[in-house]
């Protein structure tokens, strides 16, 4: 049962409105970047909507809620967390593939695709995973924990907001899922996991009103992530 008072219609309404405008930026992103335009115009118009993903949040903190932007710091239990849960991530997602992710993978395939993407030369490779660990990851947390989980929240009760911000967070990774990879499988088990990591998140939100404990994570997780990738396309 939520716990919050029941928000009107009018702000019930503006809360779907918020997502119509920012969830798909994320989907359109990744299926320009891997299918309809692969290469330079298909990255740019990924950076475009990440863009969005940054800037429409804000402006409507500004213009439309009319309220003030405010940084929030966590609590040392809140840092703690966010510490303990990275490190988890990091652990398993580093043994996850050291122990089954290499064997099943068609690198070979991974490689071709990124070339043709234009994402193989080493400098970018680098790059790439640098700005997607360090600020990629803020950016998410802040769109999708900070805004597409609070106006979940104003939609639904916390604790479905936490699953349903999850699953629209699990979207466009998806489609980057299916653009690397052809085994439906692994799809699937990548899927689940980004589900079960964007809930624990969203609950990180929900529990220490704070980005810090679930950033710290998810700089851990893109940080093992990137791992795998710098050692999957440059050996």
Same mark, same amino acid.
């Given at each position: 049962m939520n716990s919050n008072p029941t928000?009107?219609?009018?702000?019930?309404?503006?809360?779907?409105?918020?997502?119509?405008?920012? +969830?798909?930026?994320?989907?359109?992103?990744?299926?320009?970047?891997?299918? +309809?335009?692969?290469?330079?115009?298909?990255?740019a118009?990924?950076?475009?909507?990440?863009?969005?993903?940054?800037?429409?949040?804000?402006?409507?903190q500004l213009v439309i809620d009319r309220q003030p932007l405010k940084w929030r710091w966590s609590q040392r239990d809140g840092l703690l967390a966010g510490t303990i849960l990275g490190g988890m991530m990091f652990g398993l997602i580093l043994a996850s593939y050291w122990f089954a992710g290499r064997y099943w993978l068609d690198i070979a395939d991974i490689r071709a695709r990124v070339s043709q993407m234009g994402m193989n030369v080493p400098l970018m490779v680098f790059g790439f995973g640098t700005f997607q660990t360090l600020i990629n990851s803020f950016i998410e947390e802040y769109g999708w924990r900070w805004f597409v989980?609070?106006?979940?929240?104003?939609?639904?009760?916390?604790?479905?907001?936490?699953?349903?911000?999850?699953?629209?967070?699990?979207?466009?990774?998806?489609?980057?899922?299916?653009?690397?990879?052809?085994?439906?499988?692994? +799809?699937a088990v990548g899927a689940v996991a980004v589900f079960i990591a964007g809930g624990l998140w969203a609950r990180c939100m929900q529990i220490y009103q704070s980005l810090l404990p679930s950033y710290i994570s998810h700089l851990a997780a893109d940080l093992a992530l990137q791992?795998?990738?710098?050692h999957i396309l440059l050996g």
């Open positions: 928000p009107d219609r009018f702000s019930r309404n503006r809360s779907i409105l918020a997502l119509l405008l920012v +969830v798909p930026l994320s989907s359109i992103g990744a299926i320009s970047s891997t299918v +309809v335009a692969l290469g330079a115009i298909g990255q118009i990924a950076l475009g909507c990440g863009i969005g993903m940054l800037i429409l949040p804000i402006g409507w989980y609070r106006h979940c929240q104003i939609i639904w009760s916390k604790t479905w907001a936490v699953w349903i911000s999850a699953g629209l967070f699990t979207l466009h990774h998806i489609i980057l899922l299916a653009a690397y990879c052809d085994d439906w499988r692994l +799809v791992m795998v990738s710098w």
